[in-house]
């Protein structure tokens, strides 16, 4: 079982950074893929960002490449997720997930926990 809980979320104005964090307690983190995601108003929830289990490969949705930023720290059991040149478009809800692919290709079918998100509005 792996809890998620994310963090960092609000408001900002377009153009704008926000870091998002998300806390695993599992003391298995380091075998997990991990992704961010994210749903906007009356939108079907998209994937954003994953990073391997080692942190050394990610990979980006094409609408978020080069603004936005997957990490991870083992020895703090996160990931985090820096947002940068924020657009109203990236308001939405963004969850945490973790599972055991990782590919060039996340669905959300392919993570096995997830976080009950954050919501990041930006205003234009």
């Known amino acids: 079982q792996v809890l998620l809980v994310e963090s960092g979320g609000g408001l900002v104005q377009a153009g704008g950074s926000l870091k998002l964090s998300c806390d695993a307690s599992?003391?298995?983190?380091?075998?997990?893929?991990m992704g961010w995601f994210r749903q906007g108003t009356g939108k079907e929830r998209e994937f954003v960002a994953t990073?391997?289990?080692?942190?050394?490969?990610?990979v980006y949705a094409d609408s978020v490449k080069g603004r936005f930023t997957i990490s991870r720290d083992h020895a703090k059991n996160t990931v985090l997720l820096q947002m940068n040149s924020l657009q109203p478009e990236d308001t939405a809800i963004y969850y945490c997930?973790?599972?055991?692919?990782?590919?060039?290709?996340?669905?959300?079918?392919?993570?096995?926990?997830w976080g009950k998100g954050t919501l990041v509005t930006v205003s234009s």
């Open positions: 997930a973790a599972g055991l692919k990782f590919g060039s290709v996340i669905r959300d079918g392919d993570m096995n926990y």
């Open positions: 990073i391997n289990w080692s942190g050394g490969s990610t």
């Open positions: 599992a003391r298995t983190f380091s075998r997990y893929t």
